[in-house]
């Protein structure tokens, strides 16, 4: 079992940034991946960004503003967020994917809004 907090969402103004951060527990050494996905009102919930090993992945909404980056020391996973826009409005989640065997854990949210 894994466990994940997330932290760091909140109200900011268009052009503002955020950091969000997970923290896992548990069985941690059987991470194999950890991501972030959003959830905005009325939309499904969508990748937004995931980092296995040194390989990243972004969304073209977010790339080139977002960064994900993982400290394995602190078994935190972070999303910086820079330029943020008010489609960048949601709810966002923190994502692990265990291997072996294959399980998947959810954070259980951050809200964040981003509004003048």
């Known amino acids: 079992q894994v466990q994940l907090v997330e932290s760091g969402g909140g109200l900011v103004q268009p052009g503002g940034s955020l950091r969000l951060s997970c923290v896992a527990s548990?069985?941690?050494?059987?991470?194999?991946?950890m991501g972030w996905y959003r959830q905005a009102p009325g939309k499904e919930r969508e990748l937004v960004a995931r980092?296995?090993?040194?390989?990243?992945y972004y969304a073209d909404s977010v790339k080139g503003r977002f960064t994900v980056s993982r400290d394995s020391a602190k078994n935190t996973a972070y999303l910086q967020m820079n330029s943020l826009k008010p489609e960048d409005t949601a709810v966002y989640y923190c994502?692990?994917?265990?291997?072996?065997?294959?399980?998947?854990?959810w954070g259980q949210g951050t809200q964040v809004t981003v509004s003048s």
């Open positions: 994502n692990a994917v265990t291997k072996g065997p294959l399980n998947i854990y």
């Open positions: 548990g069985s941690i050494f059987s991470i194999n991946s």
């Open positions: 980092i296995i090993s040194d390989s990243t």
